[in-house]
């Protein structure tokens, strides 16, 4: 596993050890990072159920300003913290042991991008999306990686599905307000 592109271009990430963790796929990262380019940079980042932290790892090195990554698994947050130093961005990221709804509970934070991967096969998704939409910029994007046999709404709060794809095992469905929404609300 890599960084992609931009100033960390081609530098190894680590994996947390167990099965816990399944990385995002260099086809799926590419995919999505390809559709986003042009939205990372300044951008305000959460990366939830972090993993590695490769998504957040990839928009920074794409020019993201602050990226967040929360995880609960203690090996996961070690890993985190490897793969940001080794790629040097500890002073633009803030790396949290947390689970993801406590966070999104207590956060003040608003955010322009959001990477969701949970844990397959738990429908935690149902739940976080609309905490989630709160903290999300007008013009914010959600990115939500699932199992296809995982069903979301195509409405969440404000946030309409406008983007869903298939790789394999893994769908990743894209939310961001109609661009009519930001000139009424």
């Not at 995002?24 to 986003?36: F, G, N, P, Q, W």
């Not at 995880?71 to 803030?94: H, M, T, Y």
């Not at 969440?156 to 869903?164: D, E, S």
């Amino acid at each position: 596993m890599r960084v992609i592109t931009g100033t960390a271009r081609g530098r190894k990430l680590q994996t947390p050890p167990g099965f816990d963790t399944r990385p995002t796929t260099d086809k799926v990262k590419e995919a999505i990072c390809s559709s986003l380019q042009f939205d990372f940079p300044g951008a305000v980042v959460l990366d939830l159920f972090a993993g590695s932290g490769q998504m957040a790892i990839e928009a920074l090195s794409r020019g993201a300003q602050k990226a967040v990554l929360i995880d609960a698994d203690p090996r996961a947050v070690s890993c985190i913290k490897q793969n940001v130093r080794g790629c040097g961005f500890l002073e633009k990221a803030e790396i949290l042991r947390s689970d993801a709804l406590s966070y999104l509970q207590r956060t003040e934070q608003m955010f322009d991008i959001a990477f969701l991967d949970p844990p397959y096969r738990n429908n935690i998704l149902q739940q976080i999306l609309p905490l989630l939409a709160e903290k999300m910029q007008k013009t914010g994007i959600i990115v939500c990686e699932h199992e296809p046999e995982c069903k979301l709404s195509d409405i969440i709060q404000n946030f309409h599905l406008q983007k869903q794809k298939k790789y394999g095992k893994i769908t990743v469905s894209i939310y961001q307000q109609p661009e009519d929404s930001e000139e009424s609300g």
